[in-house]
Nanobody, 123 residues
């Protein structure tokens, strides 16, 4: 598994961005996948997770109703559609494989973190 996140950038508050996370390996479709984010001086926090192929999703309360996680197993790619962006959404966004059972919110249950993509939302 080798994850590459992309799609970040500078956007005004209220705007939208779509992040992508591509796996150059061959095992993408075997795992649940998640998005996390980390703002300067803060801990990495859970954003969303998606099941392998059953449409199962969980969202952090802070993004529920604004963000949508999805995946295309044929393209080995996961997405995060972000709408109604707020300045507090500014962070480096990371994708990762959830390889351990248990809480989706726990970074310790994820591995193969991508390098991150920076999202900056101006007010």
């Amino acid at each position: 598994v080798q994850l590459q996140a992309s799609g970040g950038g500078l956007v005004q508050a209220g705007g939208s961005l779509r992040l992508s996370c591509e796996d150059s390996g061959r095992t993408f479709s075997n795992y649940m996948m998640g998005w996390f984010r980390q703002a300067p001086g803060k801990e990495r926090e859970f954003v969303a997770v998606i099941g392998v192929s059953d449409g199962f999703t969980i969202y952090a309360d802070s993004v529920k109703g604004r963000f949508t996680i999805s995946r295309d197993n044929a393209k080995n790619t996961m997405y995060l559609e972000m709408n109604s962006l707020k300045p507090e959404d500014s962070a480096v966004y990371y994708c990762a494989v959830k390889y351990k059972s248990g809480s989706a919110y726990d970074t310790g249950r994820y591995a193969y973190w991508g390098q991150g993509t920076l999202v900056t939302v101006s007010s």
